[in-house]
T-cell receptor, first 113, second 114 residues
Framework: ETGVTQTPRHLVMGMTNKKSLKCEQH?????MYWYKQSAKKPLELMFV???????ENNSVPSRFSPECPNSSHLFLHLHTLQPEDSALYLC????????????FGNGTRLTVT | AQSVAQPEDQVNVAEGNPLTVKCTYS??????LFWYVQYPNRGLQFLLK??????LVKGSYGFEAEFNKSQTSFHLKKPSALVSDSALYFC????????????FGTGTLLAVQP
């Protein structure tokens, strides 16, 4: 049990589908993150929420839409994805501040067909 | 801009031997440095961090890391490797003067042979 739970663990979707990834943290943290992990590439920071406000959006295509309804929950809404969006999507949480480590979930393995 | 480099895609070591996984960084302010480990089909797990103070930092599972300011390095070490240490290791850096943005290296695959 990592304290950060992601669902689903695996997702296969067509390019015209709409789906959502869910993340929940039970650690009392006030910052949450979405990262994309692709083979042979560094982890890509997608979005950062701090105190439920989006503070980072790294030029992510609009087909990815984050939502943070409260400090414990984070969603990533997906629509009209491309095959190159297939990757492991990792959610993380932390306390505010540069010296706080991130705690990661086990990720959602997304395959776009 | 901050960045981190892990020059080795893979490190091979025999069980019982010491291991080193290399990391160098670049930041404009004071560095906050982290090591994470990732096992197959899992998320990243925090191992240790350097914020300030002693240059040798001890972490989980017997790992330690040495901060070297002049060489801008933060190498991960363990005196005696275990087969169960085989995993993907990530170095990460955060600029103390900037946002909560944590930048990761490309990862180093550690393979420990029995």
């Amino acid at each position: 049990e990592t304290g950060v739970t992601q669902t689903p663990r695996h997702l296969v979707m067509g390019m015209t589908n709409k789906k959502s990834l869910k993340c929940e943290q039970h650690l009392g943290h006030n910052a949450m993150y979405w990262y994309k992990q692709s083979a042979k590439k560094p982890l890509e920071l997608m979005f950062v929420y701090s105190l439920e406000e989006r503070v980072e959006n790294n030029s992510v295509p609009s087909r990815f839409s984050p939502e943070c309804p409260n400090s414990s929950h984070l969603f990533l809404h997906l629509h009209t994805l491309q095959p190159e969006d297939s990757a492991l999507y990792l959610c993380a949480s932390s306390q505010e501040g540069p010296n706080s480590p991130l705690h990661f979930g086990n990720g959602t393995r997304l395959t776009v067909t | 801009a901050q960045s981190v480099a892990q020059p080795e895609d893979q490190v091979n070591v025999a069980e019982g031997n010491p291991l080193t996984v290399k990391c160098t960084y670049s930041v404009s302010g004071n560095p906050y440095l982290f090591w994470y480990v990732q096992y197959p089909n899992r998320g990243l797990q925090f191992l240790l961090k350097y914020i300030t103070g002693d240059n040798l930092v001890k972490g989980s599972y017997g790992f330690e890391a040495e901060f070297n300011k002049s060489q801008t390095s933060f190498h991960l070490k363990k005196p005696s490797a275990l087969v169960s240490d085989s995993a993907l290791y990530f170095c990460a850096v955060r600029d103390g003067g900037a946002t909560n943005k944590l930048i990761f290296g490309t990862g180093t695959l550690l393979a420990v042979q029995p």
